[in-house]
């Protein structure tokens, strides 16, 4: 295994009826900035017992951060934060909301400039350089509710680039399954499918005997298996969505890639899908992954044949064991109406393996747990998803 330091700070309160405890995490005198989306809280009841819970403070609120936030937007919250002396942000719904509120805590007072320099991390913001934030989930997928990553989407420029701080970790979460009872079930199935390429993610490398990391993941794997098409029926079933919402926090909040490898080109390349042609996240993600694995295949082989083994019950090694491991990690995406190839969407592939390239190779990109992933293979790997 290899040496880690591991550190996350956020508490985690999960549950039904957990909105209610909000004030008791936040210090009395807080002056306080709620962000929020395009108005979903506002349907479902979220936000009534987000200030019914808030009773009595003095409370700003900033609507209409959108699904990957854009900066200008974002801009505008960090300006109110400002000029209303915001000491406290609160963010209120998916992962957008919730990534978007990480970059007003950070750029509300930072003084050195413009915040964009926070994303392209050529301002690193130290522990304690943010002011802190607090988040009520309502969309479970990205974990960004117990990480310290925010992944920016920047549309003036087609632009999404992540960046990460210990100072960007909310020091609470609310996960109250029952919030995500309103979503929309394509936003279920994506937040399946995001969790699920998080743990891959840090998994498909190569071994380096994690058997705790290895066990963790492939218990969220298979538990996310095991409630996908409960936590899609309706009317929505309790504990399907709990175990949707806690499997989708372990998937990222960086527990079970510290010791091992891991290998986010998926996402690097996803972001980049995203910022040209508007996929949905986890959408931009199920288009790779499959076919990034078979490419990489001899490099992963041996975590490949792992997952085909231990996730899937087949037995055996060999490049077919893993093909057909591979073949069910797309029906399991497919049987959720999650489609694998970019075709699909009507993308021609050949066009994306270019622009990436181009892309890629403009900014000296190299992916992958070994960095041997160059411009031209992502090119190879696009073009294979037809
Ligand atoms: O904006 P509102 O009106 O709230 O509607 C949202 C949005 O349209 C809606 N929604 C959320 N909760 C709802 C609901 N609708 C009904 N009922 C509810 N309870 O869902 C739509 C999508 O929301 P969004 O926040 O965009 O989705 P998600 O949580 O999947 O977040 C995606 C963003 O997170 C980034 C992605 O790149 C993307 O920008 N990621 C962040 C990561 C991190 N911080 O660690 C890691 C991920 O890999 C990912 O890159
Ligand atoms: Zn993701």
């Given at each position: 295994?290899?040496?880690?330091?591991?550190?996350?700070?956020?508490?985690?309160?999960?549950?039904?009826?957990?909105?209610q405890?909000?004030?008791?995490?936040?210090?009395?005198?807080?002056?306080?900035?709620?962000c929020?989306?395009?108005?979903?809280?506002?349907?479902?009841?979220?936000?009534?017992?987000?200030i019914?819970?808030?009773?009595?403070?003095?409370?700003?609120?900033?609507?209409?951060?959108?699904?990957?936030?854009?900066?200008?937007?974002?801009?505008?919250?960090?300006d109110?934060?400002?000029?209303?002396q915001?000491?406290?942000?609160?963010?209120?719904?998916?992962?957008?909301?919730?990534?978007?509120?990480?970059?007003?805590?950070?750029?509300?007072?930072?003084?050195?400039?413009?915040?964009?320099?926070?994303?392209?991390?050529?301002?690193?913001?130290?522990?304690?350089?943010?002011?802190?934030?607090?988040?009520?989930?309502?969309?479970?997928?990205?974990a960004?509710?117990?990480?310290g990553?925010?992944?920016?989407?920047?549309?003036?420029?087609?632009?999404?680039?992540?960046?990460?701080?210990?100072?960007?970790?909310?020091?609470?979460?609310i996960?109250?399954?029952?919030?995500?009872?309103?979503?929309?079930e394509?936003?279920?199935?994506?937040?399946?499918?995001?969790a699920?390429?998080?743990?891959?993610e840090?998994?498909?490398?190569?071994?380096?005997d994690?058997?705790l990391?290895?066990?963790?993941?492939e218990g969220?794997?298979?538990?996310?298996?095991?409630?996908?098409?409960?936590?899609?029926?309706t009317?929505?079933?309790?504990?399907?969505?709990?175990?949707?919402?806690?499997?989708?926090?372990?998937?990222?909040?960086?527990?079970?890639?510290?010791?091992?490898?891991?290998?986010?080109?998926?996402?690097m390349i996803?972001?980049?899908?995203?910022?040209?042609?508007?996929?949905?996240?986890?959408?931009?993600?199920?288009?790779?992954?499959p076919h990034?694995?078979?490419?990489?295949?001899?490099?992963?082989?041996?975590?490949?044949?792992?997952?085909?083994?231990?996730?899937?019950g087949?037995?055996?090694?060999?490049?077919d064991?893993?093909?057909?491991?591979?073949?069910?990690?797309?029906?399991?995406?497919?049987?959720?109406?999650?489609?694998?190839?970019?075709?699909?969407?009507?993308?021609?592939p050949v066009?994306?393996a270019?622009?990436?390239?181009?892309?890629?190779?403009?900014?000296?990109t190299?992916?992958?747990?070994?960095?041997?992933?160059?411009?031209?293979?992502?090119?190879s790997?696009?073009?294979?998803?037809?």
């Open positions: 295994m290899n040496n880690f330091e591991f550190f996350n700070p956020t508490r985690i309160i999960f549950g039904r009826g957990t909105i405890k909000l004030n008791e995490h936040m210090s009395q005198d807080a002056i306080v900035l709620i929020y989306g395009g108005g979903s809280i506002k349907k479902n009841g979220v936000y009534d017992q987000v019914s819970a808030l009773n009595g403070r003095e409370v700003y609120e900033f609507g209409g951060i959108e699904p990957n936030p854009d900066y200008d937007t974002l801009l505008k919250a960090i109110l934060g400002r000029h209303k915001i000491d406290f942000v609160l963010a209120v719904g998916g992962g957008s909301v919730i990534d978007g509120a990480k970059l007003v805590a950070a750029g509300i007072p930072y003084k050195g400039g413009d915040p964009w320099d926070i994303v392209t991390g050529e301002k690193e913001v130290a522990l304690g350089e943010a002011l802190p934030l607090g988040t009520v989930l309502t969309l479970p997928a990205t960004s509710e117990m990480n990553t925010s992944v920016i989407s920047r549309r003036a420029t087609a632009e999404k680039f992540a960046w990460e701080s210990e100072a960007a970790y909310p020091a609470f979460s996960l109250d399954p029952t919030t995500t009872y309103t979503l929309p394509k936003q279920v199935r994506n937040g399946i499918v995001d699920y390429i998080h743990v891959v840090q998994y498909a490398t190569y071994p380096v994690g058997k990391q290895d066990r963790y993941a969220i794997l298979l538990t996310l298996q095991e409630v996908a098409q409960k936590a899609l029926e009317p929505p079933d309790y504990d399907a969505r709990a175990n949707l919402m806690w499997s989708a926090t372990n998937a990222l909040n960086r527990l079970i890639g510290k010791g091992v490898p891991t290998d986010f080109a998926t996402h996803g972001h980049e899908l995203t910022a040209l042609y508007g996929l949905a996240h986890a959408e931009s993600l199920a288009v790779v992954l990034l694995l078979w490419y990489k295949r001899d490099k992963k082989g041996e975590k490949l044949v792992q997952y085909a083994n231990r996730v899937w087949i037995f055996g090694t060999g490049e064991v893993i093909r057909e491991g591979l073949d069910k990690m797309v029906a399991f995406f497919n049987s959720i109406k999650m489609p694998t190839r970019l075709t699909d969407f009507g993308i021609d066009e994306a270019e622009k990436l390239q181009e892309r890629f190779t403009e900014r000296g190299r992916l992958g747990e070994h960095k041997d992933i160059s411009p031209a293979d992502v090119a790997i696009l073009k294979m998803s037809c």
